[in-house]
């Protein structure tokens, strides 16, 4: 079982910038690929980015791909969403999730709301125009 925990969500203005954290515990954390999912009021869940367990591959969605920036710091079981540019249409809940990942999968195949074991409860961005 892993439980993850968000912080950082925050009332911010268009343009500007937010960083979430994401804390893990309970089981080894380089054990897992990390994800940051996203959504929105009516509409459904999302991928943003994910990144495998030694930080150096990533993935990100077309639509903040240059403006965020997800990372991770396995001292800490933690894992970073840097957010930049910020638009109204970014307004969410933002999620972090974790799928095991004894395979090794690449990320480009694990970034779908199916493809996740565990999800934290979500922090709240809102992006005012």
């Known amino acids: 079982q892993v439980q993850l925990v968000e912080s950082g969500g925050d009332l911010v203005q268009a343009g500007g910038s937010l960083r979430l954290s994401c804390v893990a515990s309970?089981?080894?954390?380089?054990?897992?690929?990390m994800a940051w999912f996203r959504q929105a009021p009516g509409k459904e869940r999302e991928f943003v980015a994910n990144v495998n367990w030694s930080g150096g591959r990533k993935y990100y969605a077309d639509s903040v791909k240059g403006r965020f920036t997800i990372s991770r710091d396995n001292t800490k079981s933690t894992v970073y969403l840097q957010m930049s540019s910020l638009k109204p249409e970014g307004t969410a809940a933002y999620y972090c999730a974790a799928k095991l990942d004894n395979s090794r999968v690449a990320p480009i195949f694990a970034a779908t709301v199916r493809d996740m074991d565990y999800w934290g409860k979500g922090t709240l961005v809102t992006v005012s125009s």
């Open positions: 309970g089981r080894t954390f380089s054990r897992y690929l």
